[in-house]
């Protein structure tokens, strides 16, 4: 499924896209897969929208019990799955082996440093990134809808 703002007719350069709401987005995706939008997906789906930069499923899952939500840890694994599939979230590489995952749709491309040796995630905002992007895929004929763009590093902390 292709996922794209919707055009506004009077778009400048200065006024960013519109997109639909996430709940909109999130829903079709499951009806395009016979699955319902149940009131514990919601409740899955509006505590990513509240994470600020990467987080793992467990957080999730200590959030919305703290919230005072019962959500079962499959049901938080399997909505992960189902927001990935739907272009809501991506899965971010870490320095160990515990998945993490950020919010994708709306935003822009967020490029990390991944310290190996501390598990810092570090943004970097470099925009020759992009351009490079861009010229890659024009090469190729593609129009690029995201990236993902990583760098594992190690301190030299002594």
Known sequence: MDLQPIPDMNETD???PIFEPLCAVFR???KADGQKYTPERARVLDAVIRMDGPFEAEQLVEDLRASGYRVSKATIYRTIKLMQDAGIVQRVLGGDDVPRY????GA???DTIVRVDTDEVISIDIPELIELRDKICAKY???P???????FATGNDA
């Open 108 to 110: 822009k491309p967020d």
């Open 141 to 143: 004929g593609l129009s």
């Open 102 to 105: 950020q919010m994708i749709y």
């Open 145 to 151: 809808s995201s990236h993902r763009f990583q760098i």
């Open 14 to 16: 200065s006024v960013p």
């Open 28 to 30: 079709r995706r499951l």
